[in-house]
C-alpha cells in the first residue's frame, strides 16, 4: 500500500463551472489502486459550487479569474513548481492557457471535452450535434497541445442521440460518460509510466 500510494502523480485539477468532474477525480484519487493524488485544485471561478466541496473535503484550491492573464499563469506555474505537479487535468476548465504554459508543462495537461473529437471543438457542442441530425456525440479525453482540442486522442466513449434530446439532457448523458471516462484515460497513461 505504501508503494502504491509513493508512486501517484502529484497533481492539480483547474476547473471554471460545477466541478462534477473534479469531485469525480477526486473521489478516485482516494482509491488504493488510483495513480492520482489530487493535491491541488486551480478554480478560474469564484462562485463554482465545487468551492464550497472543496473546503470541506481539506483539499487545497486557488482562484484565479484570468483578467490578467499572464500574471495569473506566471502564479500559477510558481505555485505547481513548488508543490512538484507532475500532471494537470483540466475539467471544465473554460480558459485558454498559453503556448507557452502549455510547452512548460508538455505532455503533462489532459483535458476532456463533451463531444467526439475532432467533431466539435470548442464551445456549444451539444447544440451543434443536434442541429447537424447526428446519430452519435459523446466525449474525449486528450492531450492538451497548443491548438484548442485538438492534442492526441487518449481514449473516447460514443453516447447515442435520440429524436427527444435537447442539449440539456444530452449533456447530462454525456456528464454521466465522462466520468467513468477520465479515471480509465488515466489508468491508460499512467500505468504505462
Ligand atoms: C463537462 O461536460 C466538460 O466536458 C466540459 O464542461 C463540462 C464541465 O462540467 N468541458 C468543456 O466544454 C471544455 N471545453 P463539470 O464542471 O461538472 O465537470
Known sequence: MEELIGIKKRTAIFISGNGSNMKNLIKYSKKKYSLINVDL??????????????????IDFKIFDF????????????????????LICL?????????????????????????????????????RAILNKEKFSGCTVHFVNSKLDSGKI??????????????????????????????????????RT
Open 41 to 58: 485544485v486551480i478554480s478560474s471561478n469564484k462562485k463554482s459550487n465545487a468551492i464550497r466541496y472543496l473546503k470541506k473535503n481539506k
Open 154 to 191: 487518449i481514449i473516447q466513449k460514443k453516447v447515442k442521440i435520440n429524436k427527444k434530446d435537447n442539449p440539456k439532457s444530452l449533456s447530462k448523458k454525456i456528464l454521466k460518460q465522462e466520468h467513468l471516462l477520465y479515471p480509465k484515460a488515466l489508468k491508460e497513461i499512467l500505468s
Open 67 to 86: 483578467k490578467q492573464k499572464n500574471k495569473d499563469e506566471r502564479k500559477i506555474f510558481n505555485i505547481l513548481k513548488k508543490r512538484e505537479i507532475q
Open 91 to 127: 475539467a471544465g476548465f473554460m480558459k485558454i492557457l498559453s503556448k507557452s504554459f502549455i510547452k512548460r508543462f508538455n505532455g503533462k495537461i489532459l483535458n476532456i471535452h463533451p463531444s467526439l473529437l475532432p467533431k466539435y471543438k470548442g464551445l456549444n457542442t451539444h447544440e
